[in-house]
């Protein structure tokens, strides 16, 4: 969370014309490894993302004075973000002009795992967790990668994902109860697994 403050902070400090240019380099610094593993996870090209998010990040310099009502930078830039990589690709007539969001497949890497367990079984649940976020829906995976990897609140989520505050709630829920239901059956791995299941259930839970 001290993240979000700081590019909170940095991003008011950009708009009011506070030492903007050295504001503005922090938040990009802040954001862009995020933003690109973001574009990545739907299956754009790493040059597709870098290049959609240099053009958010010109637009962004070029037209701060348009951005006096932006009071949340993580949702503004990840749903510009978005928007704008699925417009690129139509421009290129690499999708169809009726593809949605929600049929587009997507698929993470899972890190939080990497200060949970020791480094010799890092790998193997990375890949066991992996392929359990395999079973979920790309729209309930997308969800579970903003809550708890983003920290995104479920307001955020909600218009990230063009849904009400109640449908994020229960989007994230759902997925967490199918993956806990699907390690019923993984004998002496479930138990890492569920121990990171089982906090995303508290966090969840706790942040009601």
Known sequence: MKEKYAADNFWQKFLDGQDDYEAFSRIYNLYINDLLSYGISFGFA????????HDLFFKIYTEKNRLSSVKNPTSYLFRSFRNHLFNIQKRQNRLSPDLTLEKSAFTTEITILDSMISEEETQKLKRIVE???????????EAIYLRYMQEMDYEDIAVLL????????????RGIDSLRDKTLNMGNDSLTVLIFLLAAYIKENLSL
């Not at 790493?46 to 998010?53: I, L, S, V």
């Not at 392929?131 to 995976?141: A, C, H």
């Not at 063009?162 to 829920?173: E, F, G, K, Q, T």
């Open 46 to 53: 790493e040059e597709t993302c870098r290049d959609a998010a």
């Open 131 to 141: 392929d359990l976020l395999k079973e979920l829906t790309p729209r309930q995976r």
């Open 162 to 173: 063009d849904m009400n505050v109640n449908s994020a709630r229960r989007l994230v829920s």
